[in-house]
């Protein structure tokens, strides 16, 4: 799943008053404003043998999961994001371990990609943003 998947309104919202801006719309801009960082920890994560599979948890909300590297309050942006793997994710039972060969097959290259778990109120998802877009 894209983040513009998440972005584009469905045939059956067109036409529908917007209820206000998502906050996918945010995201995308703190994303922007974050990616060169985002790319240096996972390169690093993985030259360092921490994990093939970097995982960056975005959120607006306190979240005890991974290590914060950009801090939403201190960089007066809108999300914050926390490094993790999905070693930590099996761990902690988010990835089941019957499902983590799966998501390796489907994890998109490190290098070109950035695996971001997006905690929202209504729940958390995963989605592979491009680090050229």
Same mark, same amino acid.
């Given at each position: 799943?894209?983040?513009?998947?998440?972005?584009?309104?469905?045939?059956?919202?067109?036409?529908? %008053? +917007?209820?206000?801006?998502?906050?996918?719309?945010?995201?995308?801009?703190?994303?922007?404003?974050?990616?060169?960082?985002?790319?240096?920890?996972?390169?690093?994560?993985?030259?360092?043998?921490? !994990?093939?599979?970097?995982?960056?948890?975005?959120?607006?909300?306190?979240?005890?999961l991974?290590e914060?590297?950009?801090?939403?309050? +201190?960089?007066? !942006?809108?999300?914050?994001?926390?490094?993790?793997?999905?070693?930590? $994710?099996?761990?902690?039972?988010?990835?089941? +371990?019957?499902?983590?060969?799966? $998501?390796?097959?489907? $994890?998109?290259?490190?290098?070109? $990609?950035?695996?971001?778990?997006?905690?929202?109120?209504?729940g958390?998802?995963?989605?592979?943003? %491009?680090?050229? !877009?």
């Amino acid at each position: 799943m894209d983040l513009q998947d998440l972005l584009n309104k469905g045939p059956e919202e067109e036409g529908k %008053p +917007e209820k206000g801006q998502s906050p996918l719309v945010s995201l995308k801009k703190d994303l922007d404003f974050y990616k060169e960082s985002i790319q240096e920890v996972s390169a690093e994560m993985m030259a360092e043998g921490y !994990t093939l599979y970097p995982i960056f948890v975005a959120h607006q909300l306190k979240v005890d999961l991974g290590e914060m590297i950009l801090d939403r309050d +201190e960089l007066n !942006t809108q999300w914050s994001i926390q490094a993790s793997s999905l070693e930590e $994710f099996v761990d902690r039972g988010i990835i089941k +371990e019957d499902k983590k060969e799966y $998501f390796e097959r489907n $994890f998109k290259s490190a290098n070109d $990609f950035m695996c971001l778990f997006v905690v929202v109120p209504e729940g958390a998802n995963f989605v592979f943003y %491009p680090y050229n !877009t």
